[in-house]
């Protein structure tokens, strides 16, 4: 098990000066999925039909529209909650097959096996739902996981390098804020972005999040001190303290 954390924030803007550089090299198009090490074939029946279904309905020939691509990373990974490494491998098999299904590929970020952990997706010679070779339109993928009470959370960071295009990531979802984080509620998952980061949470931590952070500004409504305000911003950090990771 691992956590996103410093070393990774590194990994990801070193990725993304490399994307401009055009220093992202491809692996196999198709169903070959390639990590640090070893490569395997993940069979296409490992993927549900419903959300077969769902992911190539966004897809046209292996490109997505730009305000689709959330949700398609979201179905692919579908952030969720396990209590054993099984299942926990059973939700990463998935997710390799349902990128397979798009047509894409893992490849590794970083020379010489940094074993970073972080995925570029690509498609052949192109980069997975853009479909193009341009610098910086590409996906990084980490999958993390985090303690959450009596089980653990299965989520993911994702980092687009292109800046330029971010806002239409996220046009189609409904939003809230909490502080300098903009948190979105997509079908298959909560995101968090800052930047052109996101983290994608299981879909129910959206609402979790939106109480937490009605809760915290019902507090400084009744309670005037400034003692009273800091506490009530803490009880909400705590609560949403995986967002530190951004």
Known sequence: MFKVGKVFRVAVFAAAVASVAGCVTTGQSGGAMTQAGSSHVIQGNAVDPQDLNELLGKSRDGWVAVEDRLDVLALAIQPSYFKSQAQYDEYVQAYRARIAQLGCSLKPFGKQALNSGVDVLVAGDDYCLSRTRIPGDNYMVKLATRPDGSRSLFYATVVHPNSG???????????????????????????????????????????????????????KKAEATEQATKKGEKFVSDRLSILDEL
């Open 165 to 219: 295009d971010i806002a239409m990531h996220t046009s189609k979802l409904k939003s809230i804020t909490w502080k300098k984080i903009k948190l979105f509620k997509a079908k298959h998952a909560t995101i968090a972005q800052r930047g052109s980061t996101f983290i994608l949470l299981p879909a129910d931590k959206f609402e979790s999040f939106r109480k937490e952070i009605a809760r915290s500004k019902q507090s």
